[in-house]
């Protein structure tokens, strides 16, 4: 069973940058596609990014295309989630989670406890 652990996060103004990354147990790890999702206060938990097995192939969501980078080393089991021009709006508890590349948390499998990110204008 994989064990993810993110962390990272913390409080920035708008216009800074932060850089999350979630641990994963080592086979579990390299066998799966890895996604960051966050939770808003009061909304329900969407997609930010994923990055397949090999890190050849990422996804964005819309709202974070051309700020956020997904990245993935499996030497070391961690992915990355590279976060600039952060807006008031990317407040949120952000997870990681292990599964199938896609946009849906039904696609996955694994989640870690998530880490909160505080954007102040």
């Known amino acids: 069973q994989a064990q993810l652990v993110e962390s990272g996060g913390g409080l920035v103004q708008a216009g800074g940058s932060l850089r999350l990354s979630c641990a994963g147990s080592?086979?579990?790890?390299?066998?799966?596609?890895m996604g960051w999702f966050r939770r808003a206060p009061g909304k329900e938990r969407d997609f930010v990014a994923a990055?397949?097995?090999?890190?050849?192939?990422?996804l964005y969501a819309d709202s974070v295309k051309g700020r956020f980078t997904i990245s993935r080393d499996n030497a070391k089991n961690t992915v990355y989630l590279q976060m600039n021009s952060l807006k008031p709006e990317d407040t949120a508890v952000y997870y990681c989670?292990?599964?199938?590349?896609?946009?849906?948390?039904?696609?996955?499998?694994?989640w870690g406890q998530g880490t909160q990110v505080t954007v102040s204008s």
């Open positions: 989670a292990a599964g199938q590349l896609a946009v849906s948390t039904r696609r996955y499998d694994y």
């Open positions: 990055i397949s097995l090999s890190g050849s192939n990422t």
């Open positions: 080592g086979r579990t790890f390299s066998s799966y596609a």
